[in-house]
């Protein structure tokens, strides 16, 4: 079971690949450590402070742990020592099973693994843009919301690349994958100043924690409650992955790259519901909840946009999927 986080990738049956090691070790996140039961009973605790805080302010707080590769299609590796009933979202799950904020994604892919689409890119960390939509009518129906009726009919585009995984290989495989247009009724109406002055460099792609922006909706039929989300790549300030299909859903979005979670700005912005999203991997740092989304604009971060400075080195497993690569 051990092995030493330098050894990144594993390669799967039929080209799959999965992230193992890294920064985060996630392979080692599968075994029931003393300090891995301290870590997620921590996750226990702040859940339950986030969602009664949020009460108190007249807000519903959700919390979805997307899963990692391995904790979905365990069937796709071959000969990996691991558990994956010890999967940490599996274990949150078990822990929070009568608690309504907390959206259980791992046992409903798991279900639906063997459908007729992955749910995930072979060689990539990330879902797909199939796991994306999966997750979102999931977090749909604990919101009490309903889809829109035509998303399912958007024009649809493919992308073929190197992929985050496949990028770690000599051979460097390339996979081709469909998305949607997303960006139809809603319209990006603020964009922080990380997030202008990265784009204005052509850097995108390199932008991750801080990014802020927000989305309206004016679509008469649609749903009219505001939502903040917290999140990561996996959610993306693009309109491209969550953050886009959510937009496309609500009256307004507003999505902040941060797993600490900035109340002040959530008091004062009064959402209707509250949403946080983070990769299964990151469950290996409990945030503290004192992020500042408005002092993190400003300074060496906003600096860092600089078009001759070194690009910022993503977390393992956070480089931004369904951007064309010249985003």
Same mark, same amino acid.
Request: proline share 7%; aromatic share 10%; net charge neutral.
């Given at each position: ?42 996750? /226990? ?5 986030? +969602? @009664?805080?949020?009460? $108190?302010?007249?807000?519903?707080? &959700? *919390? %979805? ?123 990006? /109406? ?5 997030? +202008? @002055?990265?784009?204005? $460099?052509?850097?995108?792609?390199? &932008? *991750? %924690? ?118």
């Amino acid at each position: 079971m051990r092995r030493r986080h330098r050894e990144i990738v594993h390669v799967g049956r039929d080209g799959w690949l999965f992230l193992i090691g890294g920064t985060n070790g996630v392979l080692e996140q599968y075994r029931a450590t003393l300090s891995r039961w301290w870590r997620l009973r921590g996750w /226990v605790k702040l859940i339950e402070t986030r +969602a @009664a805080r949020a009460q $108190a302010l007249g807000i519903r707080y &959700l *919390h %979805v742990v997307v899963p990692e590769k391995l904790s979905v299609y365990d069937d796709r590796t071959v000969d990996l020592r691991y558990d994956p009933r010890q999967s940490p979202a599996r274990v949150l799950g078990r822990r929070l099973i009568n608690n309504p904020a907390y959206v259980d994604l791992l046992s409903p892919m798991r279900a639906a693994r063997d459908g007729p689409v992955p749910l995930y890119y072979r060689t990539d960390t990330h879902w797909n843009y199939e796991g994306c939509r999966f997750a979102y009518r999931e977090l749909m129906r604990a919101c009490g919301a309903v889809p829109p009726a035509d998303l399912d009919a958007r024009q649809r585009y493919e992308t073929t690349r190197v992929r985050d995984l496949g990028e770690k290989l000599p051979d460097k495989p390339v996979e081709t994958a469909s998305h949607a247009v997303l960006d139809r009724d809603a319209q990006r /109406v603020y964009a922080s100043p990380l997030v +202008a @002055a990265y784009e204005a $460099a052509g850097r995108a792609p390199d &932008l *991750h %924690v801080g990014a802020h922006v927000c989305f309206r909706n004016d679509r008469p039929d649609i749903d009219p409650r505001t939502l903040v989300l917290f999140g990561d790549s996996y959610a993306h300030f693009a309109p491209i992955m969550l953050t886009g299909i959510l937009a496309e859903s609500f009256r307004e979005v507003h999505f902040v790259w941060s797993s600490s979670i900035d109340w002040a700005y959530v008091e004062r912005v009064k959402p209707d519901l509250l949403l946080f999203e983070m990769a299964e991997r990151f469950v290996t740092r409990l945030p503290d909840d004192t992020f500042d989304i408005a002092t993190y604009q400003t300074g060496e971060h906003l600096a860092a946009a600089d078009p001759v400075a070194p690009p910022v080195q993503a977390p393992e497993g956070e480089t931004p999927e369904g951007l064309p690569v010249q985003a």
